[in-house]
């Protein structure tokens, strides 16, 4: 592969990324949804069908390790960043137990329902010799997540980081990305013990091992380190080194246990002390090469991975399930959660469709489930629809339930 025709990939990448971002910013939605969509148009599906002959000459086959390799990068950076971010959001207090429900039936009732859709899917959708379980517990956990980093966004957006709802639904996501990513882990784990039980356990005690090693020994180093060198939260470059060298090698790690880059970044990510100088510092260094440069690769690979045959025959009616499972899952489990907590309807569905934001995470989600082999090409780029759809609802769906409730409130009044 030439250096010109890598030049030319970013180029062209990261034009219609920022297009896409800014296009779709201007009808209110996050710039990530406009970048995650620009990776559709140049895959087979858009791109592709339109012009066959440049798309294969932008993007011959022999070009995409180049590009996957830093993608990778990107994506272990940002994950990096995700882990970093995760904590319970200051002042919430009291709300940590509702912010634990919210989570968890935000999650059980998705996957549930992912379970009880898979044996429909899994025939057609499912790669050729994969067992059931591997695909119904990869597609339960896909159905499952909420996108942190994007849910801050929304919230930021719209001045509601420092509401009840907003604080709530935080807290939730921060209890869902944490659990997602260890059932996650569980599952490619499962899916790559070529041994049976015998390969998973292995797996397993490795990352158990990895686990306690980062709590145990690593994080407490990381403590005494910054302590020592960045005492107002600023790391200076060798220390910023420290952190690179500890982060690649946790990436590295789980992905000779046979798991993916991404655990191990987050692991790393999670072990820093939770110091918001430090954070802010990180993230004004590392996201704007992640996020600006690096996640747009991930986002044209990912379209590179879709095709047009997901659509073809009961495709459609395949994805509509999906999204019809997705939405109704988070929205109910969500709201459910609430109410249990004694919150009202109004707040309780505020909650219900902030959760069901996905964006970003589900992305990365689906890719290590399609670099597992545990979903094909078609039912990613369903799941990729689906991720788009569900997170651009969520402004939509906050904008309806409160002019709902406001003429709710309105009708009362008058009576």
Not at 135 to 151: D, E, K, R
Not at 165 to 187: I, T
Not at 274 to 295: G, H, I, K, N, T
Not at 351 to 377: H, Q, Y
Request: hydrophobic share 60%; aromatic share 6%; proline share 5%.
């Amino acid at each position: 592969m030439s250096l010109t025709l890598l030049f030319l990939q970013l180029t062209v990448i990261l034009v219609v990324a920022r297009a896409c971002g800014l296009l779709l910013r201007a009808f209110g939605q996050p710039m990530v949804i406009g970048e995650m969509a620009a990776g559709i148009l140049l895959g087979p599906v858009v791109f592709g069908a339109l012009f066959p002959q440049w798309h294969a000459q932008l993007f011959p086959a022999a070009s995409l390790a180049s590009l996957s390799s830093l993608a990778m990068v990107g994506v272990v950076l940002f994950m990096f960043i995700v882990g970093a971010e995760l904590r319970a959001p200051s002042g919430m207090g009291a709300q940590l137990r509702a912010a634990g429900w919210v989570g968890v039936c935000s999650m059980v009732l998705p996957m549930i329902l992912g379970l009880a859709i898979a044996p429909v899917l899994h025939p057609s959708l499912a790669p050729e010799g994969l067992a059931f379980w591997p695909f119904a517990l990869f597609l339960g956990v896909a159905l499952s997540i909420t996108a942190f980093p994007v849910l801050a966004r929304i919230l930021k957006d719209r001045n509601m980081t420092r509401t009840p709802v907003g604080q709530l639904s935080l807290g939730a996501a921060g209890v869902v990305d944490a659990l997602a990513w260890v059932l996650l882990a569980m599952v490619v784990a499962l899916a790559s013990a070529d041994a049976g039980l015998g390969g998973f356990i292995k797996i397993a005690l490795g990352l158990a091992l990895l686990v306690a090693a980062v709590v145990l020994v690593v994080r407490p180093l990381l403590a005494r380190l910054l302590r020592a060198h960045a005492p107002d939260g600023v790391p200076t470059p060798m220390v910023l080194a420290a952190l690179l060298i500890g982060l690649f090698a946790c990436a590295m790690i789980t992905e000779w246990l046979h798991l993916h880059a991404v655990f191990g970044a987050f692991l790393f990510g999670i072990a820093l002390p939770r110091d918001d100088r430090l954070l802010r510092a990180l993230v004004e260094r590392l996201e704007p090469l992640s996020v600006v440069v690096l996640m747009p690769i991930f986002f044209a690979l990912a379209g590179l991975g879709t095709t047009s045959g997901a659509f073809a025959n009961a495709g459609l009616g395949a994805l509509a399930l999906i999204l019809l499972v997705a939405t109704a899952g988070k929205i109910i489990g969500g709201a459910a959660g609430a109410r249990v907590c004694g919150y009202g309807w109004r707040d309780s569905l505020a909650t219900g469709a902030l959760m069901n934001s996905r964006g970003l995470m589900e992305l990365i989600v689906i890719k290590v489930g399609l670099d597992a082999g545990l979903i094909g090409p078609e039912l990613f780029t369903m799941l990729l629809v689906m991720a788009l759809v569900t997170t651009a609802a969520t402004g939509p769906l906050l904008a309806l339930i409160g002019r709902r409730g406001a003429k709710a409130v309105d009708g009362a009044a008058s009576h």
